[in-house]
């Protein structure tokens, strides 16, 4: 929108392109092939891309990368070319993560309907104001959440840093575990505790290493394990510690610290290996690259990150 007009034109990226979370292709843009445009980044203008030749941006506005990290090396079965079997192993992988979900809600659904209704047609009305919530929290809020506790430690037990192509068990198992936290736990649950006491005990729960008296308005977390925040850190609205990405079809996971009394602003993301230091302030829609280490008492913005 703009002007008070709506303006839809032809976008197209070409093949072997990655596009980052959060990242803005524009309208009637042509991303060419074997590029990457990184998380919370928008593609450098049509003008600048034809006089350079870089495949690799980063920012807002956007500037070339030189050189990024090498991936481990992974045979084409496992990025780009699985064998048949594997494409099915995968099919059926994918399937499960998606049904399980749904049924899981259904199942809660029904459970909680059919217990609430007979609280709301056989109760005085302050009784139903005082059961209704621990009828809500019984049957859809707390089996919704601890679905996914369960589903995590089965599965992974405890996440590790790591490099994984994406048509591997491994890779999968994680994708499973974040696409039934994001269904289930995020919108019956946790969504409602942002901001109270209730969400750090409940990421403890899962794995994330929380000390005292944090602050968090967000659920953006993936690899519980991978999370360490200090004593009175802020994490504001959406804000997410991004312990994973995907990076020529590999999956990289690594660590996140926030040290104590840091304040992460809304929309900010911050990439793995990446250590905050104490004391540090990062505005809002800031992108902290991994592998930073941002020195105590110092203020942030921008993406990437400079000072501000």
Same mark, same amino acid.
């Given at each position: 929108?703009?002007?008070?007009?709506?303006?839809?034109?032809? !976008?197209? +990226?070409?093949?072997?392109?990655?596009?980052?979370?959060?990242?803005?292709?524009?309208?009637?843009?042509?991303?060419? @092939?074997?590029?990457?445009?990184?998380?919370?980044? +928008?593609?450098?203008?049509?003008?600048?891309?034809?006089?350079?030749?870089?495949?690799?941006?980063?920012?807002?506005?956007?500037?070339?990368?030189?050189?990024?990290?090498?991936?481990?090396?992974?045979?084409?079965?496992?990025?780009?070319?699985?064998?048949?079997?594997?494409? +099915?192993?995968?099919?059926?992988?994918?399937? +499960?993560?998606?049904?399980?979900?749904?049924?899981?809600?259904?199942?809660?659904?029904?459970?909680?309907?059919?217990?609430?209704?007979?609280?709301?047609?056989?109760?005085?009305?302050?009784?139903?104001?005082?059961?209704?919530?621990?009828?809500?929290?019984?049957?859809?809020?707390?089996?919704?959440?601890?679905?996914?506790?369960?589903?995590?430690?089965?599965?992974?037990?405890?996440? %590790?840093? %790591?490099?994984?192509?994406?048509? !591997?068990?491994?890779?999968?198992?994680?994708?499973?575990?974040? !696409?039934?936290?994001?269904?289930?736990?995020?919108?019956?649950?946790?969504?409602?505790?942002?901001?109270?006491?209730?969400?750090?005990?409940?990421?403890?729960?899962?794995?994330? %290493?929380?000390? %005292?008296?944090?602050?968090?308005?967000?659920?953006? =977390? !993936?690899?519980?394990? /991978?999370?360490?925040?200090?004593?009175?850190?802020?994490?504001?609205?959406?804000?997410?510690?991004?312990?994973?990405?995907?990076?020529?079809?590999? /999956?990289?996971? @690594?660590?996140?610290?926030?040290?104590?009394?840091?304040?992460?602003?809304?929309?900010? =993301?911050?990439?793995?290996?990446?250590?905050?230091?104490?004391?540090?302030?990062?505005?809002?829609?800031?992108?902290? /690259?991994?592998?930073?280490?941002?020195?105590?008492?110092?203020?942030?913005?921008?993406?990437?990150?400079?000072?501000?």
């Amino acid at each position: 929108m703009r002007g008070q007009q709506l303006i839809l034109d032809y !976008t197209e +990226i070409d093949n072997n392109s990655f596009v980052g979370n959060s990242a803005l292709i524009p309208q009637g843009y042509h991303l060419p @092939g074997n590029m990457l445009i990184g998380v919370l980044s +928008i593609p450098p203008e049509p003008a600048e891309l034809e006089k350079n030749q870089a495949k690799d941006w980063f920012g807002s506005p956007a500037i070339a990368l030189p050189r990024r990290q090498e991936s481990n090396p992974f045979s084409a079965e496992l990025t780009s070319n699985p064998s048949t079997l594997r494409f +099915i192993a995968r099919a059926i992988v994918e399937f +499960i993560r998606i049904i399980l979900p749904e049924t899981a809600i259904i199942i809660f659904s029904i459970l909680f309907i059919a217990y609430a209704h007979d609280l709301v047609t056989q109760y005085p009305w302050y009784k139903i104001l005082l059961y209704f919530p621990l009828y809500y929290l019984g049957f859809m809020g707390l089996p919704a959440f601890f679905t996914t506790v369960i589903l995590k430690y089965v599965l992974v037990w405890k996440f %590790k840093a %790591k490099q994984r192509p994406m048509w !591997t068990w491994s890779v999968w198992r994680s994708e499973a575990i974040t !696409t039934t936290y994001e269904a289930l736990s995020i919108p019956f649950l946790l969504d409602y505790m942002r901001g109270t006491p209730w969400l750090p005990i409940a990421m403890r729960i899962l794995g994330v %290493k929380v000390c %005292k008296r944090v602050w968090m308005n967000t659920t953006d =977390i !993936t690899e519980f394990d /991978m999370v360490s925040l200090g004593d009175d850190v802020a994490l504001n609205e959406d804000c997410g510690p991004q312990t994973h990405l995907f990076e020529d079809r590999v /999956m990289k996971v @690594g660590t996140v610290k926030v040290g104590s009394r840091s304040s992460v602003g809304a929309g900010t =993301i911050i990439l793995y290996d990446t250590e905050i230091g104490t004391d540090c302030k990062i505005e809002a829609l800031s992108l902290v /690259m991994k592998g930073e280490r941002l020195a105590p008492g110092t203020d942030w913005t921008g993406s990437p990150v400079q000072p501000a």
